[in-house]
Nanobody, 120 residues
Framework: QVQLVESGGGLVQAGGSLRLSCVAS????????MAWGRQPPGKQRDLVAV???????NYADSVKGRFTISRDNARNTVYLQMNSLKPEDTGVYYC??????????????WGQGTQVTVSS
């Protein structure tokens, strides 16, 4: 159906930056909303940033002003630029893509996750 490949996670010191990427492939007719979620150790997964097909964005209060979500529709790719990282940003980051398939059905897909660790 839809496959997502994430990259860009790693270990960074507090105050540093990382850029996550997520490429979607499969029987995709159109990609609708795209998003990034975060799951800190021992906690539930929450959305941190969303971008609509029209380019509108929304952020969790904890990342506003530090994270920027963007997309490249020609490449079926969503990015998350993370600046001024804090130890509390540590977690597994998952991309999410809402797609309309060539079959005309709609499906939401989560990526496999990429680890981000911010040291103090």
């Amino acid at each position: 159906q839809v496959q997502l490949v994430e990259s860009g996670g790693g270990l960074v010191q507090a105050g540093g930056s990382l850029r996550l990427s997520c490429v979607a492939s499969g029987s995709i007719l159109r990609i609708n909303d795209m998003a990034w979620g975060r799951q800190p150790p021992g906690k539930q997964r929450d959305l941190v940033a969303v971008i609509t097909s029209g380019g509108s964005t929304n952020y969790a209060d904890s990342v506003k002003g530090r994270f920027t979500i963007s997309r490249d529709n020609a490449r079926n790719t969503v990015y998350l630029q993370m600046n001024s990282l804090k130890p509390e940003d540590t977690g597994v980051y998952y991309c999410y893509v809402d797609s309309t398939l060539t079959s005309r059905s709609t499906i939401g897909t989560w990526g496999q996750g990429t680890q981000v660790t911010v040291s103090s």
